[in-house]
């Protein structure tokens, strides 16, 4: 089974992210933030991490440059969950390793969707 | 926008199943920004506060935009951009600001409550929604960083002061191509044209589709200007849908010196591989698919497949993590939503039980111990476990006082400024925890009481200063548990009670006063009906009205209220309310074959009577001198009417009750036993009888009355 590392500190979107990709097939690891996911991950390995980039003790981008650094996460994909879809958010995005992004709001089928791109069956 | 495809028939959820969830979070997220704008210091706000708050808005807006709460989304969008730009100090936050935002809070509640199926006006927001666009737009043309928090003060838009240069584009200023449609009236569009004739500072607008849409109904315009895209969709969502305009940059084709300002503030600007409105992947990322995966870092096949390959890898690596110690991966719930019905249903259950088992436990008594070993065992335990279990069932229901106290910082500001005055919340004791119930009976009259402190109670600032005191009042809630009760103190440190005042309103209201009252009994007047003391009506605290109601509703409650004051120093107004309606500690007394329950709160002694005690006041009212002091004498069986068996007398016990301030001796037959009693209403099961509060039934099954004591004290001293 895909396993999928979720963070967003919003309850309400993490569990439309999980039962949304639970639903579908994926294994879902759910973490409040940055730090939370950093904890939950301990030395597993997942095959996709998608992450909201504002949160409070580790940011998203903080998170992903943390996972960058670990060879295990050196081609994981990373998608940067965003409210806007601005030039500076994509440098950032970029600067800190992100695969790519995904505008919020955005609906089950078109999560799975673009998971579907970068996890192809 | 890309079309949706791959999986989505699978992905057909219902997703008002997260509602709830939402409906909670942004409950939540609101309470904490509330507070987080009440603490926050306009001088020097600290990052980490603007951050938090700047959270809570954008994870309503997140949340709201993707469960479909349109005007939730927009009005958190327009509040976000402005703490966006407080965050990022291309603004100074002012006290408009603060009292803008906490209005929207206040308006978000209700338009989330009426999602969540709430009653409610619906509320029009574009007023607001325009209001706080202008805070965040009219400032942030001015020139942001530079500008002195003092030239912030006056946020009205369209009249900020701006300078642009006349023309050609300045360092910042982006090239814009803008479509918008497809519309049924494209000629609405043109009333953009007005927002940049309006609004100094943003820009130009030009039609680039000659004036008219083409058969697609699409108008297009090209835009210089130096707004952000989220900015210029507020402003552009006044005239057209915001779902209707599409923001493509256009300096590529632009041949403008707008171009190279923007490469040159992103010299390392990654053309994405594929870009949507919705989502898009950068050409280097790892793991991005597509024709042209190109990683620096890590050597890679520099193919296709290199995407697939990576993940698939990873994937097995991760199935052989779990087959060691993997962590579950489910969410750690560590708390669960259940029906306050459900909880009541549970805790009627348990009162049965005790019931029951008080029932056995007398039963039990007759038996003789050493046959039935086994079954006093048993018995001991069930009432173990029953109490137990009675406790940690009521547990449920009790929350903390800071769901009420919480209110009071923003309702204080509110009212301070209205009144001119300076007040300053203090609050103690908020983790203590009270009945959900008794919470919800006491929010309103704690606030008439805090209103009142400062209202009536502190004082303007100059009188303040004038009596040597400082500027500022201060008001403070204080909750505590004092054995079985919650008591809830409302203080202020401002001008107090004067007795003489109060005795002579008393008195030019007719109420029966005299000089030898107890500073307790003169306080207290202040709870009689129409009683004000303040001179002049203020709208915040109205005519003293209200008092009364407040002692009511504490009475209802089971509870008791005192005042303490010292004339120029402040006034203390303490509640004590029982930590719950369900149960009660009682004193069960006999009186001939009727057994009645004293709530053991007001119980302060009780005394053998001799004849000789007992005096005869007028007519039928007798009086008790205890430890030199005259009670009134209230004889249970001529108040209730219990008959008595002929030639049976009462044994001549009395029980000393304390309520409102006052004490009355109680005559009964005998004294029983203390114990806990739940609590059954009366007037939902029979009616309201006076001198009665609430029912409970006894462990042989009968039923016990409780008694209203504030109601015997009231009756018994006037």
């Not at chain 2, 200007?225 to 210029?232: F, P, V």
């Amino acid at each position: 089974m895909r396993s999928i590392l979720a963070v967003d500190d919003s309850a309400s979107m993490r569990q439309m992210v999980s039962f949304t990709l639970r639903s579908s097939g994926y294994e879902v690891i759910e973490a409040i933030d940055g730090q939370d996911a950093l904890d939950k991950i301990g030395d597993r390995q997942v095959d996709l991490v998608l992450t909201d980039q504002n949160m409070p003790r580790m940011d998203g981008l903080t998170l992903i440059r943390q996972l960058r650094e670990q060879d295990r996460f050196k081609r994981t994909p990373i998608l940067v969950l965003t409210t806007e879809s601005s030039d500076e958010m994509k440098q950032a995005g970029r600067a800190a390793g992100a695969t790519g992004w995904m505008v919020k709001p955005f609906d089950p089928a078109r999560l799975l969707e673009v998971i579907g791109k970068v996890l192809p069956h | 926008m890309s079309e949706t495809h791959g999986q989505s028939g699978s992905a057909d959820f219902d997703l008002s199943q997260f509602h709830g969830v939402f409906f909670e979070e942004a409950g939540e997220n609101l309470a904490n920004m509330e507070s987080l704008l009440l603490a926050l210091d306009e001088t020097s706000a600290d990052d980490e506060s603007l951050n938090a708050i700047f959270r809570c808005a954008h994870s309503i807006k997140g949340g709201a935009a993707t469960f479909g709460f349109q005007d939730v989304a927009d009005l958190t969008h327009v509040m976000e951009t402005l703490l966006d730009k407080l965050r990022r100090h291309e603004l100074a936050v002012t006290t408009g600001m603060i009292d803008t935002l906490l209005e929207s809070g206040d308006v978000l509640g209700h338009l989330l409550a009426r999602h969540q199926g709430g009653a409610g006006e619906p509320i029009d927001c574009t007023e607001l929604v325009g209001r706080i666009g202008a805070l965040a737009h009219g400032s942030a043309a001015a020139a942001p960083l530079t500008a002195p928090p003092a030239a912030q003060a006056a946020p009205a838009v369209p009249a900020a002061p701006v300078t642009v240069p006349a023309c050609g584009p300045i360092a910042g200023t982006r090239v814009l191509d803008i479509a918008i449609g497809p519309m049924d009236e494209p000629s609405l569009a043109d009333h953009l044209a007005d927002l940049f004739t309006e609004i100094p500072g943003l820009g130009t607008i030009e039609a680039t589709d000659g004036g008219r849409a083409g058969p697609d109904r699409i108008r297009r315009f090209r835009v210089l200007t130096q707004a952000s895209d989220a900015d210029l969709l507020d402003l552009f969502s006044f005239h057209v849908a915001r779902e209707q305009v599409r923001i493509v940059d256009g300096s590529a084709d632009a041949g403008t010196a707008a171009a190279p300002a923007v490469a040159s503030q992103a010299p390392a600007a990654a053309a994405p591989v594929s870009d949507s409105a919705s989502y898009g992947f950068f050409d280097d990322g790892p793991g991005a698919p597509g024709p042209a995966d190109q990683a620096p870092p890590v050597a890679v096949p520099a193919v296709s497949a290199a995407s697939t390959k990576a993940p698939a890898a990873a994937s097995r690596s991760a199935k052989n993590a779990e087959r060691g110690s993997s962590p579950a991966s489910n969410l750690e719930q560590s708390t669960i939503r259940v029906p306050i019905e459900k909880v009541d249903q549970l805790i009627n259950l348990v009162g049965e039980l005790v019931i029951t088992q008080a029932m056995l436990a007398q039963t039990g008594r007759n038996l003789d111990p050493v046959i039935h070993q086994a079954m006093a065992t048993g018995l001991a335990d069930l009432e173990r476990n029953t109490r137990m279990l009675q406790e940690s069932v009521m547990a449920i229901r009790m929350i903390p006082m800071a769901v009420v106290f919480n209110r009071f910082p923003r309702m204080l500001r509110d009212l301070a400024g209205k009144l001119g005055k300076q007040v300053e919340l203090q609050t103690i004791g908020e983790d203590t925890e009270l009945d959900k119930g008794l919470i919800e009976k006491i929010t309103d009259p704690l606030t008439h009481l805090v209103r009142n402190a400062a209202d009536h109670g502190i004082e303007m600032p100059q009188d303040r200063i004038a009596r040597g005191k400082p500027a500022g009042g201060t008001v403070t809630l204080a909750a505590a548990h004092q054995g079985g009760s919650v008591v809830i103190e409302v203080r202020d440190d401002g001008r107090g009670l004067n007795r003489d005042k109060l005795l002579r309103k008393a008195a030019e209201r007719g109420l029966p006063v005299h000089e030898a009252m107890t500073d307790q009994e003169v306080y207290a007047l202040i709870f009689e009906p129409g009683f004000s003391t303040a001179n002049e009506v203020t709208d915040v605290s109205g005519r003293g009205v209200g008092m009364d109601v407040v002692k009511r509703n504490i009475t209802s409650l089971g509870g008791s209220v005192e005042i303490d004051s010292t004339e120029g120093q402040g006034m203390r107004v303490s509640v004590r309310l029982p930590l719950t309606l369900a149960i009660m500690d009682g004193m069960s007394v006999g009186v001939a074959r009727e057994t009645y329950i004293v709530p053991l709160a007001s119980v302060v002694e009780s005394i053998h009577l001799s004849a000789d005690d007992v005096k005869s006041v007028g007519g039928s009212a007798r009086v008790v001198e205890v430890r030199n002091e005259y009670l009134p004498l209230v004889a249970l069986d001529e108040l209730f009417d219990v008959p008595r068996e002929p030639g049976q007398a009462g044994s001549g016990i009395m029980i000393v009750i304390e309520a409102e301030g006052g004490r009355v001796a109680l005559l009964v037959d005998e004294l029983i036993g203390q114990h806990q009693v739940v609590v059954k209403n009366l007037e939902a099961n029979y009616r309201k009888v006076p001198g009665v509060s609430g029912a409970t039934i006894l462990g042989d099954g009968r039923v016990a009355l409780i008694l209203d004591v504030s109601w015997l004290v009231r009756r018994a001293r006037h």
